[in-house]
């Protein structure tokens, strides 16, 4: 285990030893199938296959896919080795049959992805799903390349298990700077408001994401895991496919970030995480979530773009 001594700037979440036994004491192991109410809330820390059939059906409002990318990565104490397409898109379909009988049918599902593999896996999810929409985000920061495009963005498959699910357009808006601020026939401003920070509008959400940063070593939501999610990307799909009260699912949680948003947004959450480091660290970081629940990038009740200062929408 590292030690916890860093920069003051450095505001990355570190667990002790003594942390890690205290979190992974909270952690949760099946070996029966389980009711709902066993479930509810906690971080279960196995290989996912090993509980995919131990888990309730029908329970799940919001599934939300991050899988290992097809990709040479380590992830703590698991170590992913690249398939190739034909045998990556099996893997992710062996996983989609198994996993399907725990969703409701108002369910909806998010499924990221790589540019590699992305294709293929919309055909796949076809099989499973209707798939309403492919989101692609800009990920803000990536190695340069001087043979090819520098590898910038990642996606986000969007399905649902039936013509019958949720889809708050009003709770994902983004505000946005007016480059252009037109004004009526009175001079009145024409879909904008101005502030003292500049002129804003209020925007539908797009699958186009530009306003994402990734989390970085002086963010509070920061962890050593080296594919996390941002928050605020996570919170616009818990908010735009979920109600306060829904389950929200992450079958490859990571350092948690899923089941902290859903926390954060009053949803209940469930989580699967391999690692028991991770998983510990979804502990300790659900413990803050309880006291804490800014979520970067999202304030009084609206998304904003990067490098914007956010005041009260009236």
């Not at 992710?92 to 992305?118: E, G, M, P």
């Not at 413990?287 to 904003?304: M, P, S, V």
Request: charged letters at 30%; hydrophobic letters at 35%; proline letters at 4%.
């Amino acid at each position: 285990m590292k030690k916890l001594s860093q920069s003051p700037l450095n505001r990355t979440i570190k667990i002790s030893d003594a942390e890690f036994r205290k979190y992974a004491s909270q952690l949760v192991t099946l070996d029966k199938k389980e009711p709902v109410s066993k479930l509810i809330n906690k971080t279960i820390c196995q290989d996912l296959f090993d509980v995919i059939d131990l888990l309730p059906d029908n329970f799940v409002d919001l599934l939300i896919v991050d899988p290992p990318y097809n990709l040479y990565k380590s992830f703590n104490s698991l170590k992913v080795k690249a398939k190739s397409i034909d045998e990556y898109s099996e893997w992710v379909d062996n996983f989609i049959s198994k996993i399907f009988h725990i969703l409701k049918q108002t369910a909806s599902v998010y499924f990221c992805s790589d540019w590699r593999t992305s294709i293929s896996i919309g055909h796949i999810l076809e099989k499973y799903f209707y798939v309403r929409n492919r989101i692609t985000w800009e990920r803000e920061k990536g190695r340069g390349a001087k043979s090819n495009w520098k590898n910038n963005s990642e996606d986000i498959w969007y399905c649902t298990v039936s013509r019958k699910y949720t889809f708050n357009h009003e709770a994902v808006k983004l505000n946005r700077k007016v480059i252009a601020p037109y004004k009526d026939v009175n001079g009145q401003p024409k879909d904008w408001s101005r502030n003292g920070n500049g002129n804003y509008r209020l925007t539908f959400p797009s699958n186009l994401w530009t306003d994402i940063s990734v989390p970085f070593w002086s963010m509070p939501e920061n962890t050593e895991h080296p594919t996390q999610k941002p928050e605020k990307l996570v919170a616009k799909l818990i908010l735009a496919s979920s109600k306060k009260g829904d389950l929200v699912f992450d079958p490859f949680l990571g350092s948690g970030t899923t089941s902290v948003v859903a926390k954060k947004l009053n949803r209940n959450y469930l989580g699967v995480e391999i690692d028991k480091l991770y998983a510990s660290l979804t502990e300790k970081r659900l413990e803050k979530a309880h006291f804490d629940k800014k979520i970067q990038g999202y304030d009084y009740g609206f998304f904003w773009e990067r490098n914007t200062t956010p005041f009260k929408v009236e």
